[in-house]
């Protein structure tokens, strides 16, 4: 089982995504560990590339990468090439033949990833392009919800916010129904993609309609980087009609989550204490974040078994 890249949901299949899910327990077991730290990817590199800013996915990845003992190369735009003008192809086949086993990209693109991996040997890992697909969020998040509730067979998930702009929304539907959880999306119209008939899922505009029924509440950012435009009349209003609140969080089912893949606007979608809310799994998500990346890296990079892993014991 060589697998060569992880671009989109789709590509991984429920099968290829319930691998990762499994890989996932041994290496929560191994971040348990007085030191979470295992040769399993020794002698491997991992070029991690963001032409776009972020926090928890960088972080985590190159976390992962150093638990496994990978070799971990930053390549911080700013001071590169790029901006001598080198384009993407150059910059790529450049990282290519310096030896590098695989190549994390984030690129504001969409498409970015399908790209490169022409230009490339190295297995390539889709960390978020432009406003497609974010698979390994996806992933993380189905391993959060599995953990907190159990399968995600029949459980309702509702999604709640910015999807027109959310890669995040788009990598979770298809995941989220591939193991057969049920899907809402809520959000004024005008930040609803056009397409949602052919995405298997409920729409509504009415947040506070749909609350009793969910297992989940995933909570989008509001992506003004992407709005060219406006797309509601205030933060104030869109707060009042698709903000979690407190009141809202209390009708609530008893077993129910809260999530959000951050960075969150305190007081636009979600009030301000409420990442501290008993039901929020917000901080749970960039733990497994990172357990979810090193599973991802073993199965694109390690013994090429899912079942006989190697290189799990302690040095
Ligand atoms: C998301 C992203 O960058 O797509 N964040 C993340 O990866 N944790 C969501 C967002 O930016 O709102």
Redesign the pocket.
Known sequence: MIKNHILGIDDLGKSGIEDILALSDHFYEVNTRRIPKVPALRGKTIALLFYED?T??RLSFETASKRLSADSLNFSIGSSSVKKGESLRDTIETISAMGVDAIVVRHGSSGVPWLLQRWTDAAVINA?DGSHE?PT?ALLDCYTIRKNLGELDGKRITIVGDIKHS??ARSNVKAFLALGASVTLVGPKTLMPFNTEDWGVETTDKFDSVIGDSDVLYM??M?LERQQKSFVPSLREYAKEYGLSDRRAQSMKPESLIMH???MNRGVEISSNIKEHPKSVVNNQVANGVIVRMSALYYLLGSGSVTKLEGLNDE
Request: hydrophobic share 15%; charged share 20%.
């Open positions: 972020s928890r996915t978020g974010h969020q890669r995040v989008l950012r992506q893949p951050g960075p």
